[in-house]
């Protein structure tokens, strides 16, 4: 298993273009997450879904988009970006029924800068 | 709000000695907490999970707590590698979300 996956690793955008950050997981996980980390900062929750077709805000929503059409993909995405949104991204994944306190598998991150 | 804090100082210890993190929480009553470790450049890597009626969770060398009284749970290294060397973060879980808190950096030295 590859468990989860992002692409692109590393992004520079410019002000105000729109990109969207893919994340796959083939572990058949109903939950999966989107996390946003600055520099000496924990983990903020952007979006969350629960399953395919749904999907919620969490604590850092505002700038960001999501779907999941699939179990396996939960794509993020930026449509006016913003110095702001400057950070590491990670996607995560987590179990099935259970998941409310299963653990979370986490992607490699993407690295991006808003310049 | 909800608010998880742990030592944002870098902790450095000698190898062999045992480290001990800290993890608080206030405005919060989780049934959960887990503790992920990081690595720089990499995600986090999930370690141990307790449930709030326990008191205590091991795995090879690794122990947390967990006290619901005090708000708070510790994680133990024993026997300490500089292998161990990393950033050390628990989360609290409320219904299908994960607060995080914002790491603790952990320097083994040969």
């Known amino acids: 298993n590859a468990g989860v996956t992002q692409t692109p690793k590393f992004r520079i955008l410019k002000i105000g273009q729109s990109m969207t950050l893919q994340c796959t997981q083939d572990?058949?996980?109903?939950?999966m997450y989107w996390y946003r980390q600055d520099p000496g900062m924990g983990l903020k929750l952007i979006y969350y879904?629960?399953?395919?077709?749904?999907?919620d805000k969490g604590e850092v929503p505002n700038g960001y988009n999501v779907s999941r059409s699939t179990t396996e993909d939960f794509p993020l995405r930026l449509e006016l970006a913003a110095p702001s949104q400057t950070s590491v991204y990670f996607c995560?994944?987590?179990?099935?029924?259970?998941?409310?306190?299963?653990?979370?598998?986490f992607g490699p991150g993407t690295r991006l800068t808003v310049l | 709000s909800q608010k998880i804090e742990q030592n944002s100082e870098a902790l450095n210890i000698q190898e062999g000695k045992t480290a001990t993190l800290t993890c608080n929480y206030t405005?919060?009553?989780?049934?959960?907490l887990q503790w992920y470790r990081q690595d720089p450049g990499r995600g986090p890597v999930f370690l141990l999970l307790?449930?709030?009626?326990?008191k205590e969770k091991r795995k090879e060398r690794l122990k947390v707590t967990f006290d619901t009284t005090l708000k708070q749970s510790l994680f133990h290294i024993t026997a300490s590698q500089p292998a161990d060397s990393a950033t050390y973060l628990c989360?609290?879980?409320?219904?299908?979300?994960?607060?995080f808190g914002t790491g603790t950096r952990l320097k083994v030295l040969a």
């Open positions: 879904s629960v399953g395919a077709g749904i999907t």
């Open positions: 307790i449930r709030e009626n326990e």
């Open positions: 572990m058949n996980h109903n939950y």
């Open positions: 405005n919060y009553s989780p049934a959960y």
């Open positions: 995560a994944s987590g179990g099935g029924a259970w998941a409310s306190f299963d653990e979370q598998f």
């Open positions: 989360a609290l879980q409320g219904t299908y979300k994960y607060i």
